[in-house]
């Protein structure tokens, strides 16, 4: 089974902030989501994590390393999406090199890293991109980047940041049903056009 999630910012102090999540600090947060992703999924699971896994403001930010191997602690595999907080990991860490970042990644233990990936399951292909602004026309789009900002449905796709499913995962049969009610009542609201 495919889940999917984005823009945990594992360390950020700021995001728990920000986000006004329900934890007193980002070690607690950490835990709560590992332990979270762990009742939902099992080894045989792919967790897609859509952008900004960890948090990376400036050169002088470190806390990616420690950050970035939480992917030891998650029983499913986990295939990164680049986010802009990674970028910012590739440009001030690994000299631009998507190729060094992603090795470095796979040695930690992930199952795959990209800038963005078109994914079929139920019947569909989604484009995974972690800002809506990059989505893809040709299909359905799994971002992030947005936090709970605009909610859970765009036109072109569905947002599924950890803040708007309570730090859970969205599993396939989440996305499934989302894709029910996009055609159904979202994409004919009248009082969604304007969005």
């Known amino acids: ?10 360390g950020s102090q700021e995001d728990l902030l920000i986000d006004n999540r329900p934890f007193k600090n980002t070690k607690q947060f950490k835990k709560f989501v590992i332990k979270t992703w762990n009742k ?22 470190h806390s990616w390393k420690e950050n970035l191997s939480v992917v030891k602690k998650f029983k499913a595999k986990v295939v990164l999406i680049v986010g802009n907080n990674e ?12 190729d060094k970042f992603k090795k470095y990644c796979l040695d930690l233990g992930f199952k795959d890293v990209h ?8 019947g569909q292909k989604f484009y995974l991109v972690h800002k809506p602004k990059n989505y893809n026309p040709n299909y359905i789009n799994l971002f992030g980047h947005m936090h709970r900002a605009g909610g ?4 072109f796709g569905f947002n599924i940041g950890c803040d708007i499913n309570h730090f859970r995962l969205h599993s396939e049969n989440d996305i499934s049903f989302l894709l029910y009610l ?3 009542y979202w994409d004919n609201d009248e009082n969604l056009k304007t969005f």
């Open 1 to 10: 089974m495919y889940y999917f999630s984005s823009d945990l910012h594992f």
């Open 40 to 61: 939902q999924t099992n080894k045989n699971d792919t967790i897609f994590i859509i952008g900004d896994i960890i948090d990376c403001d400036s050169p002088d930010n």
């Open 87 to 98: 970028e910012r990991v590739i440009k001030y860490f690994f000299n631009n090199d998507f």
């Open 115 to 122: 800038k963005n990936l078109v994914l079929e399951f139920a």
């Open 152 to 155: 859970i449905w765009k036109p």
């Open 182 to 184: 996009k055609p159904k």
